[in-house]
């Protein structure tokens, strides 16, 4: 069941690519797993995945206490989509990613400034005032009773943005109050956009997975050429956006459902992390020959910045 119009673009692409000699039972499975997307923030409706038997079933969290929980995120289009969580990663024990959240829409984020997320642009409603959003913070496990929760207050969403696959799929979220947290900050330049980088994120751990995960997973890929990332995806008919846009995966390594938002990040030689990218699209789950696409910060550091510290200044009584 194609959720959006993206999805719809590279199902299609992918049928396209299976043959004519594919059964209708493989040809609806291809079609039911769309592109790994969270669209966000103005009304809260069940997240749900697509199912090759036609039905919608709401997607649920699985938490420690063996109950399962329905995961509600908040859509603007009033369309279903799937969110992007760390395939072939391991799970982060406390403390380690310290400046990593979790948005109640279903997406992920990091604390760049006390009172500020940032997060992907598809992750959230347009710019201005939002009170919709509760950030789950200070810890890798969603049921620790060390967690801390917080309401959003205000947006600030790229204004180029349109969709996910288009490029300047970023934004930035005003909290009621600042945590006392530790913060990440943003790459300084795109010197160091290539490499091996560290993701993370809740989502599912494997594509068809129905639960997404309560412990925070993390994974090491290495980036991909734009020029071999494109011609993969062009032919599932989508033009990769290649100065905004870092690839990445390996073979059964990959953001999935659930990780939208969620950081890409490298550790510098004094030891401090700083984010690279944001989790955005992909086709699947660590399909070989379709890798993850990240946000490239780099390219946006003005503009992020200057949200950030908008967002953080104190109003003048």
Not at 28 to 38: F, K, N, S
Not at 69 to 91: F, N, S, T
Not at 109 to 125: E, M, S
Not at 293 to 300: E, G
């Given at each position: 069941?194609?959720?959006?119009?993206?999805s719809?673009v590279?199902?299609?692409?992918?049928?396209?690519?299976?043959?004519?000699?594919?059964?209708?039972?493989?040809?609806?499975?291809?079609?039911?797993?769309?592109?790994?997307?969270?669209?966000a923030?103005?009304?809260?409706?069940?997240?749900?995945?697509?199912?090759?038997?036609?039905?919608?079933?709401?997607?649920?969290?699985?938490?420690?206490?063996g109950?399962d929980?329905?995961?509600r995120?908040?859509?603007?289009?009033?369309?279903?989509?799937?969110?992007r969580?760390?395939v072939?990663?391991?799970?982060?024990e406390?403390?380690?990613?310290?400046?990593?959240?979790?948005?109640?829409?279903?997406c992920?984020?990091?604390?760049?400034a006390?009172?500020?997320?940032?997060?992907?642009?598809?992750?959230?409603?347009?710019?201005?005032?939002?009170?919709?959003?509760?950030?789950?913070?200070?810890?890798?496990?969603?049921?620790?009773?060390?967690?801390v929760?917080?309401?959003?207050?205000?947006?600030?969403r790229?204004?180029?943005?349109?969709t996910?696959?288009?490029?300047d799929?970023?934004?930035?979220?005003?909290?009621?109050?600042?945590?006392?947290?530790?913060?990440?900050d943003?790459?300084?330049?795109?010197?160091?956009?290539?490499?091996?980088?560290?993701?993370?994120?809740?989502?599912?751990?494997?594509?068809?997975?129905?639960?997404q995960?309560?412990?925070?997973?993390?994974?090491?890929?290495?980036?991909?050429?734009?020029?071999?990332?494109?011609?993969?995806?062009?032919?599932?008919g989508v033009?990769?956006?290649?100065?905004?846009?870092i690839?990445?995966?390996?073979?059964?390594?990959?953001t999935?459902?659930?990780?939208?938002?969620?950081?890409?990040?490298?550790?510098e030689?004094?030891?401090?992390?700083?984010?690279?990218?944001?989790?955005?699209?992909g086709?699947?789950?660590?399909?070989?020959?379709?890798?993850?696409v990240?946000?490239?910060?780099?390219?946006?550091?003005?503009?992020?910045?200057?949200?950030?510290r908008?967002?953080?200044?104190?109003?003048?009584?």
């Amino acid at each position: 069941m194609v959720r959006n119009a993206a999805s719809a673009v590279l199902a299609a692409g992918l049928v396209t690519l299976l043959g004519a000699a594919a059964s209708a039972p493989a040809l609806a499975a291809a079609r039911d797993r769309p592109i790994r997307v969270a669209q966000a923030a103005a009304e809260d409706r069940p997240l749900r995945p697509a199912h090759a038997d036609g039905e919608d079933r709401p997607l649920r969290l699985a938490h420690a206490d063996g109950g399962d929980r329905r995961l509600r995120p908040a859509h603007a289009d009033g369309g279903d989509r799937q969110i992007r969580e760390v395939v072939g990663g391991k799970i982060a024990e406390p403390g380690r990613f310290p400046w990593v959240v979790r948005l109640s829409m279903g997406c992920g984020g990091t604390l760049t400034a006390p009172r500020v997320v940032l997060t992907a642009g598809h992750c959230v409603g347009a710019t201005g005032k939002n009170n919709r959003i509760e950030v789950t913070a200070g810890t890798p496990d969603l049921d620790a009773k060390t967690a801390v929760t917080v309401k959003s207050v205000e947006v600030i969403r790229a204004s180029g943005f349109i969709t996910e696959t288009r490029g300047d799929d970023w934004a930035v979220v005003k909290l009621e109050r600042a945590l006392n947290l530790p913060t990440i900050d943003v790459v300084p330049d795109g010197g160091g956009d290539d490499g091996t980088f560290t993701v993370m994120g809740w989502g599912q751990t494997r594509e068809t997975d129905l639960q997404q995960e309560r412990r925070l997973h993390y994974a090491s890929v290495p980036t991909i050429p734009d020029e071999d990332c494109a011609k993969a995806y062009k032919k599932a008919g989508v033009d990769l956006v290649r100065d905004e846009s870092i690839c990445a995966g390996k073979h059964g390594v990959d953001t999935c459902q659930g990780d939208s938002g969620g950081p890409m990040v490298r550790r510098e030689a004094d030891g401090r992390w700083v984010q690279v990218g944001i989790v955005s699209w992909g086709l699947g789950c660590a399909r070989d020959g379709y890798f993850g696409v990240y946000t490239q910060i780099s390219k946006f550091r003005p503009a992020i910045r200057a949200a950030i510290r908008k967002l953080s200044a104190t109003p003048v009584a």
